[in-house]
Nanobody, 128 residues
Framework: QVQLAESGGGLAQAGGSLRVSCAASGRTFSVYDMAWFRQAPGKGREFVAAISWSGSRYYADFMKGRFTISRDNAENTVYLQMNSLKPEDTAVYYC??????????????????????WGQGTQVTVSS
């Protein structure tokens, strides 16, 4: 079992920045690939970014270089740095984990169905 706990959400102005974090506990963090998804009110869960255990990164097209995913295996934490925020980035942001080796393509990493563990989410609100 892996337990995931997000933090760092909050309110930001358009054009501003936020960093959300996801702390993992339980099984060895480094054997899991990690991802961020988001869900806006009235919409489905949307892939944001993923990072493999070895550091390979995958990003949704909509971010266009605004977001950066990273991980610190020593701290059992994955981060999502969000810059140039827009009101349409307002959503609950979830981190997720899947055992390394389960995915090797963008199509796999971007599918919420492949992930075994989810956090409870953290709210990010961007005002215009």
């Amino acid at each position: 079992q892996v337990q995931l706990a997000e933090s760092g959400g909050g309110l930001a102005q358009a054009g501003g920045s936020l960093r959300v974090s996801c702390a993992a506990s339980g099984r060895t963090f480094s054997v899991y690939d990690m991802a961020w998804f988001r869900q806006a009110p009235g919409k489905g869960r949307e892939f944001v970014a993923a990072i493999s255990w070895s550091g390979s990164r995958y990003y949704a097209d909509f971010m266009k270089g605004r977001f950066t995913i990273s991980r610190d295996n020593a701290e059992n934490t994955v981060y999502l740095q969000m810059n140039s925020l827009k009101p349409e980035d307002t959503a609950v942001y979830y981190c997720a984990a899947v055992r390394s080796g389960s995915c090797s393509t963008y199509g796999c990493y971007s599918s919420s169905n492949v992930y075994d563990y989810w956090g409870q989410g953290t709210q990010v609100t961007v005002s215009s």
